[in-house]
């Protein structure tokens, strides 16, 4: 299970740390995923994080100003998310998958089998 927090509301430029909480299997090798989506929009991918946190990615229009991390200690992974426009107004999910080896990671939704019930983030103009 996941559990997301740390979404709130925000003035553009602002800043805002969300943590994704892991229980269950934890001590295997799992990828996690942030993967947003505002209201009448798809649902898109904003970064991810390896177990080891050598590989990550992050979506282009995020890109300088998210940072992903985690303590596998504490079974949490955060997005640090400075900068924020009001276009990363979304609900934030995150997601994870059990993988082959530490250092996976995956853009696409579909294979995440695990995801948190989300976090709303809004940034004001």
């Known amino acids: 299970q996941l559990q997301a927090s740390g979404g709130g509301l925000v003035q553009t430029g602002g800043s805002l740390k969300l943590s994704c909480v892991a229980s269950?299997?934890?001590?295997?090798?799992?990828?996690v995923g942030w993967f947003r989506q505002a209201p009448g929009k798809e649902r898109e991918f904003v970064s991810t994080i390896s177990w080891n946190s050598v590989n990550q990615d992050y979506a282009d229009s995020v890109k300088g100003r998210f940072s992903c991390s985690r303590d596998n200690a504490k079974n949490t992974v955060h997005l640090q998310m400075s900068s924020l426009k009001p276009e990363d107004t979304a609900m934030y999910y995150c997601a994870a998958r059990y993988t082959f080896g530490p250092d996976y990671i995956y853009k696409k939704g579909d294979v995440y089998d695990f995801w948190g019930q989300g976090t709303q983030v809004t940034v004001s103009s």
């Open positions: 269950g299997r934890t001590s295997d090798w799992y990828v």
